[in-house]
């Protein structure tokens, strides 16, 4: 029996990927922790009850939730 809810695994790389889910990259030098724009989205995604403030700050670091 084969389990149909296969987790996709994402491998952890040194390249820096911006995407549209992840826009903060795991690069703590990469200035995208600083983008006000990008920080008013998590805060408005921790007021929507969608991320907890923990979650918000792995995210912003580039963290896997
Ligand atoms: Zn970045």
Redesign the pocket.
Known sequence: MQDSSQRIVIPMEDE?I?TVEHP??S?PT?P?KEDPELLAQVAQLVEDGLLTEEEATNYVLGKTL
Do not use: S, V, W, Y
């Open positions: 820096i911006h903060f990259c690069d990469c995208d």
